[in-house]
């Protein structure tokens, strides 16, 4: 069964910097895709930004991108001149070619004024 | 326009009651989900179905029934209500075979007292 791992419960950032959200994740698949979903307060679920395994070049969006480590089962994602706005949960999550996804436990992110 | 709608947004029920949550989707997906939320923010999926077939059953107890009556809705029926069922539930869609995100409602808060 495919997991994923969000080591980082909670952090925060002061507005105005950087901050990376850490993820991994465990499969046996060679094709899957990859995402980070953000939920505000609101508890609306926002897509963010994704990956698909089979491209080398690291998903930027804006503000966000990624590191993507296929090798190492890695997915970090970066977000950069960090807003109030940004604060929210943020979700990792892996996605089969079966459209069957799977979401880490979430991180906490504070944006300081 | 709303993509994924779901109704009620709030239900407060008592123990051992029988309720319905709908959801519906006008975005022409033919794969709709059901996800609960914890009280920790832990995501995970209950259901999923395919042009109304079901195609994914994680170890939910058998109190919760889902029907699809057509691909563009998916209704979540649950028996004898129990304290432990008190969540944020999810409804999502997205296109089997697609490498696009899945596509999340607004999200049902579900109390039993």
């Known amino acids: 069964a495919q997991t994923v791992t969000q080591s980082q419960p909670e952090m925060s950032v002061q507005e105005a910097e950087t901050v990376t959200l850490s993820c991994t994740y465990d499969?046996?698949?060679?094709?899957?895709?990859l995402f980070w979903y953000k939920q505000p307060p609101s508890r609306q679920m926002i897509l963010v930004i994704r990956?698909?395994?089979?491209?080398?070049q690291n998903a930027t969006e804006n503000r966000f991108s990624v590191n993507f480590q296929k090798a190492a089962k890695s997915f970090s994602l970066k977000i950069s001149d960090s807003q109030l706005g940004d604060t929210a949960m943020y979700f990792c999550?892996?996605?089969?070619?079966?459209?069957?996804?799977?979401f880490g436990a979430g991180t906490r992110l504070t944006v300081k004024p | 326009d709303t993509a994924v709608s779901q109704t009620p947004k709030y239900l407060v029920t008592q123990m051992g009651n029988d309720k319905s949550i709908k959801c519906e989707q006008n975005?022409?997906?033919?794969?709709m989900y059901w996800y609960k939320q914890d009280s920790k923010k832990f995501l995970k999926i209950m259901f999923s179905?395919?042009?109304?077939?079901?195609?994914i059953n994680e170890t939910v107890p058998n109190r919760f029934s889902p029907k699809s009556p057509d691909k563009a809705h998916l209704n979540l029926h649950i028996n004898s209500l129990e304290l432990g069922d008190s969540a944020v539930y999810f409804c999502?869609?997205?296109?089997?075979?697609?490498?696009?995100?899945?596509?999340f409602g607004p999200g049902t808060r579900l109390t039993v007292t």
């Open positions: 999502a869609s997205s296109q089997r075979g697609s490498v696009d995100e899945q596509y």
């Open positions: 499969t046996s698949e060679n094709n899957y895709y």
């Open positions: 990956q698909e395994a089979y491209k080398q």
């Open positions: 999550a892996f996605m089969k070619q079966s459209n069957d996804m799977r």
């Open positions: 975005l022409g997906h033919d794969t």
């Open positions: 179905y395919n042009n109304k077939e079901l195609i």
